[in-house]
């Protein structure tokens, strides 16, 4: 809906009531990150604790959203329960435009409610049910109840957490639609303290069509774009998985707990593997003509009478790479098996894979026994990685309960911290150099989205400080403003700012279309201000040692470089 | 006279671009519901797609149901849509066998005129345009 200002619905769980707020701000916090941003500051706690219940989670979508392709984010944002600091995770799904269409900018939950609960959401309802008998659920399990007593199918999202939230894991996700999440840094558990097993958003309002002419000719534009040139190829044919080989040909794969950067073996897991092994179809998430999103399938034979069962898990580069190479599994199907679990337990599958992988060396180092891990973890065995994975998601123990809090929070206990695979969080796939080591490690959301360190790495082989830094900052400050809007990242080379400007300016914003530049460095600055008033400092970021003992194709690590 | 067919919607992704396309052009407005197709799950997003869209009856039931004229029998199959003579009684939604014409909140109706404005923002070829062969009246005939 084209507004003037923002309208968020605040659901408050310890009352059981909710309150349609409008707040002034379009022009300077645009929506999506800046919005979120803007919320955290008016009802965010920054000096108390994130599992405080009066701390908000909020959903956040942009002035786009809904109007062009591939605008198609939520932007979710809370203290997190990792860091006990401000942070954001954004995931696509039918979230965006299920609030669009719910007639809101923002959802903002607050408070908790008596027993666990799910909130349900549309342009004229809101309702908070009782679902005590979900507790400890799955994520599939779960998922298919709700399918059939909520209403809207087809244009409503679901969001739930599965027994990691519950359990208060800082790697527990919150579950978009089956195939998309709201991943890292442990969202799934900021639920978990409110009792809100789920959020149900069904998207049943109308708006009126856009009389400017030129709007129907720009969507057709940036579709034909986005579908009918090679500009998106890379995203709807092998996937994000097609990255798997590049980076393993130049060094910059990470193997074993990061203990390599490059195996021979991985042409039994490329992106080439997966397509013809075991890809079943594409999705796509509502309002992306795309169709990124690979569906893989897994079959099992769990009776020697040719019984089986049959999986379907949706993969991407990040998780072959925390699931199969960083833990020696180089099997499809044994990849697909331990995210299927990754999946139902509602674990993060990148920091969940990372922290398993840091699990084994400690076990190959004699720092934990089986008294802890319960199961032998060896790199390579699967089976061993599945048992894990659901106690790690369970929180069946002392150790898994640590670990569940961080790599580094177990390696404080155990011994390892120098080969646990941390950079701000458990790191991404991108074993390319230095400028990505630093630049995950400060990122805003320690995500390998939040810059393009790794692509710059893979362009440079000098060592210009002054230029890394320049980059970083000039690139962040232009994804703030995509993740304002909100677009896809993966469109970041359609919407560019010309373009991005033309779609403002035909829908009815031409004050944002005129100052995107400044937006963008507005909401940097606003997302890093909410950030360090909870308690950020960059003096304590500190990198492993293993990452300066990484050989990539520019060859050795230089410490030198990397601590500058 | 030709009909919107979607003989390949096994390949559908579910990025609703018929739908948003349908409500933007044909009816001019920002919704996924006041189209003429609609795409949901079939029973989970594991299972696939169905998209809902007039499938071209002759006689059409909901054209028998409207009590004003608003719907009336299309050559080929499917309905004229005179949106003027609707007085949003909703009894075309209810003579539909296949949940096919949406009634918004506010009352007026939605359904499918075969126009095939659609069929060019389907990623995946799933839809088409049919010709339909009409036959000959006695009339033309002799």
Redesign the interface.
Known sequence: MIRNHFRILVVNLSSGKGQIVQLDGRNSEAGGSGLAALLFNKYGLPEHPWNDTRQPIIFAIGPLT??F?LMSKTVCSFKSPYHDQYTESHAGGRSA?SLF?ANLDALVITGKAKQLCYVSVSS?SLDIKNVSFMKGMTVDES??IL?NISKG???RTTLRIGPAGENGSAMANINV???RHFGRLGGGAVLGVKNCKAILIH????????ENKEY?KL?EKV?QQV?ATDMMKKYHNLGTPANLQGLNDIKSLPWRNLQATSDPAIGAINGERFAKDNLL???????????C?H?GYVREMFDANHRYIFK?VSYDYEMIFSLGTMLGVTETHAVLSILDLMEKTGLDAMSGGVALAWATEATEKGLISEQESKVKLSFGDSEAYQLATKMLGNGANDFYRLLGQGTLRAAAEYGGIDFACVLGQEMAGYATGEVFFAAQSLGFRHSHLDTGAYTYDQKHSDQDIEGAVDFLISDEAGRAVMTSMVSCLFARGVYKEELLADCLHSIGYPELAAGLDPLGKHIQKLRWQTRIATGFTPEGTTIPKRFFKVKTWKGAIDSEYLNS | MKKLIAPRIDRC?????CS?TC???V????????AGI????SG???T??QANYCLACDPAPCAAACPTGAFSQRKGGGVIVKKKLCIHCGDCVTACPIDAVFQ??YGPVYVCIHCGRCVD?C??DCLEMEEVKIPATTEEIS
Do not use: E, M
Not at chain 1, 203 to 210: E, K, L, R, T
Not at chain 1, 281 to 291: D, I, K, L, Q, Y
Not at chain 2, 27 to 34: A, E, F, L, N, V
Not at chain 2, 38 to 41: F, M
């Open positions: 809904g109007y392709p435009l269409f004229r998922g298919k399918r199918s087809g244009h639609d089956t195939y998207g049943d309002a109308i708006f009126p069509g856009i129907n969507f579709y579908t179809r594409n999705s796509a998430c509502s309002g992306c003509p795309v169709g999103i569906v379907q | 992704i579910g990025c609703h671009s948003l409500a933007r052009l009816h001019k407005q920002i919704s996924w519901d006041t609609r795409i949901k799950s989970g997003l594991t696939g797609f918004d909140h923002f990623p995946h």
